[in-house]
T-cell receptor, first 111, second 116 residues
Framework: GDSVTQMEGPVTLSEEAFLTINCTYT??????LFWYVQYPGEGLQLLLK?????DKGSNKGFEATYRKETTSFHLEKGSVQVSDSAVYFC??????????FGTGTSLTVIP | GAVVSQHPSWVICKSGTSVKIECRSL??????MFWYRQFPKQSLMLMAT?????????EQGVEKDKFLINHASLTLSTLTVTSAHPEDSSFYIC????????????FGEGSRLTVL
């Protein structure tokens, strides 16, 4: 079935370090891919998305490229900040109604 | 952008009581809303799909009589946890899509339920 596998955390980085959170997917069709971020005590917010192969989603310095050949959608940021500390969820959607979320990766950035 | 709002953000109740959580789409009409449950340090588990004007569709393993969902209007869905018990304590999140939008889900702020 359709699913998302993402890198387990927690991840702890120093400020200005490079971030990669791996995400791979399994899907029967051609899904749209998303990264959502959840700050402590809050709901999820869309961080970025890509709707077709080779698309690159980007927002707030974060990027992810839809790689069909490797079925991946890894999240990257060149220089993290303390304010980026949150839980990051990779997700896919085929129909727009059914979303499949990864287990989430907790990121802590220390000054 | 589209906003989905939940109320209350926090609720503490005694075991055996019922609790209602509201989910509103503030600037768009949502024929479908989704209710998720999130356990500490875990991912979101889809509980049910709320359909305006009709019965909700529940995921396997979710008790319909325990988690009552009502979607009475195009901007409001409610989740009622009936006869709550401590094991129902969790973070409940609703979401919705803009019908003609790009497919992304917009999430409410979440409601943390603690049952004593």
């Amino acid at each position: 079935g359709d699913s998302v596998t993402q890198m387990e955390g927690p991840v702890t980085l120093s400020e200005e370090a490079f971030l990669t959170i791996n995400c791979t997917y399994t899907a029967t069709g051609y899904p749209s891919l998303f990264w959502y971020v959840q700050y402590p005590g809050e709901g999820l917010q869309l961080l970025l998305k890509a709707t077709k192969a080779d698309d690159k989603g980007s927002n707030k310095g974060f990027e992810a490229t839809y790689r069909k050949e490797t079925t991946s959608f890894h999240l990257e940021k060149g220089s993290v900040q303390v304010s980026d500390s949150a839980v990051y969820f990779c997700a896919l959607s085929l129909t727009g109604n059914q979303f499949y979320f990864g287990t989430g990766t907790s990121l802590t950035v220390i000054p | 952008g589209a906003v989905v709002s939940q109320h209350p953000s926090w609720v503490i109740c005694k075991s055996g009581t019922s609790v209602k959580i509201e989910c509103r789409s503030l600037d768009f009409q949502a024929t479908t809303m989704f209710w998720y449950r999130q356990f500490p340090k875990q991912s979101l588990m889809l509980m049910a799909t709320s359909n305006e004007g009709s019965k909700a569709t529940y995921e396997q393993g979710v008790e319909k009589d325990k988690f009552l969902i009502n979607h009475a209007s195009l901007t409001l869905s409610t989740l009622t946890v009936t006869s709550a018990h401590p094991e129902d304590s969790s973070f409940y999140i609703c979401s919705a899509r803009i019908p003609s939008g790009s497919g992304e889900l917009f999430f409410g702020e979440g409601s943390r339920l603690t049952v004593l």
